[in-house]
């Protein structure tokens, strides 16, 4: 179903093998709780992946993957401060969706405190804060309560957002997301107005990454009705992409790939942050059902194989592709990047064997 989209550029070359990442302990990071030893079957997976792919969480502070990150039982105040540099040793784990910035803008310090507890090569996907991203400003509850004249600000992204980040996290900083919130039906109504906006805040990040060139810059939606040609020129336009936002509010993913074929050759950029099966509003029903968040209790193997042919292609021919999921998709984010690493695997061997 893929193939089309990877056939207009030759293979990639073969890439030198890949180190393992030293330890955060070798690389000066804090001291926190001790990394989980992983099966020698992780560690193989680990280095037969392509190494344009980077999987990872949308957060870290889990006591209940206690055997699988952790090497033990740890609060999740513990995890939250100083679990970063024991996650960031687990082989598969090579980048991490930091989520807490959508709802307050970090500082540089903060920011300079998570790159300290990883060691080079590991990658920070971040998201933008709200302020910026949502057209209304919300209740506690999350009900809209007024228009947001902050929306889409391009200065304000500039100095809450890219500024920090680039300065914090240095050259550990891979993807800026800025996922664009439901959006009121004046604004729905208005795509044109919309996109020039949305524009307008592209190209004012973009310029202010000039000197970043590495960096990606992603835009997530929530609302079915972007996803038409119009929002893939203002991506094309502004050098940015579609990030895939997996949740229940959007369609599928081979609904969602339509776009994003129509900015290829490009990065993939991928949160899979919500099983379908709660609907568009059940990450509260999501958490309650897989807690502790240490098995596979919604599997999702459509979700899985679909994106596991989309990071084959895509990979295979040069391009870069970040992956973050959540406990919400399956139930365990550190089991379900298992599955979908063995599942990359899998179809990176069967493109290999296709005659060219």
């Known amino acids: ?8 550029l030759p293979p990639a070359p073969e890439p030198p093998p890949r180190k393992r990442p030293a330890s955060a302990a070798a690389a000066g990071a804090v001291p926190g709780p001790g990394a989980a030893k992983p099966p020698a ?11 344009l792919l980077r999987m990872g969480a949308s957060t870290w502070s889990y006591p209940g993957w206690e055997d699988l990150v952790w090497d033990g039982a740890y609060d999740a105040s513990v ?7 024991a996650y960031a040793r ?15 803008p970090l500082t540089v310090s903060q920011y300079a405190t998570y790159a300290g507890q990883v060691p080079a090569d590991f990658r920070f996907v971040v998201k933008c804060p709200s302020v910026v991203t949502d057209a209304q400003v919300r209740t506690e509850d999350g009900r809209g309560r007024e228009a947001n004249p902050a929306f889409l600000d391009p200065q304000l992204a500039i100095t809450a957002f890219v500024q920090p980040t680039l300065e914090g996290l240095g050259d550990k900083l891979a993807v800026l997301v800025f996922q664009l919130s439901p959006l009121p039906w004046d604004w729905l109504n208005r795509p044109s107005a919309l996109f020039a906006r949305l524009q307008a805040l592209l190209a004012s990040v973009q310029s202010q990454l000039a000197q970043h060139p590495g960096v990606i810059v992603a835009v997530e939606v929530r609302d079915p009705q972007l996803l038409v040609p119009a929002f893939a020129d203002v991506l094309r336009a502004t050098g940015s992409t579609f990030c895939l936002g997996l949740h229940g509010k959007m369609p599928p993913i081979e609904e969602q790939l339509r776009l994003l074929r129509l900015l290829w050759p490009g990065p993939l950029v991928c ?11 059940g990450y509260e029903d999501a958490q309650k059902a897989h807690a502790p968040f240490n098995a596979i209790l919604s599997p999702d193997p459509h979700t899985r194989a679909l994106l596991a042919r989309t990071i084959a292609g895509i990979t295979g ?13 399956e139930g365990c984010a550190p089991r379900s990047i298992a599955l979908l690493a063995e599942a990359v695997l899998e179809e990176t061997a069967a493109r290999n064997e296709r005659p060219r």
């Open 1 to 8: 179903m893929q193939d089309g989209l990877f056939d207009d």
């Open 41 to 51: 079957r992780l560690l193989d997976v680990a280095q037969e992946l392509p190494p």
């Open 79 to 85: 995890l939250a401060k100083t679990g970063l540099t």
């Open 90 to 104: 687990h082989p598969l784990l090579r980048t991490i969706c930091i989520d807490r910035s959508f709802w307050r």
């Open 271 to 281: 949160r899979w942050n919500l099983n379908r099966r709660f609907g568009p509003y």
């Open 317 to 329: 021919r040069g391009q870069r592709a970040y992956v973050t999921v959540s406990n919400d998709a």
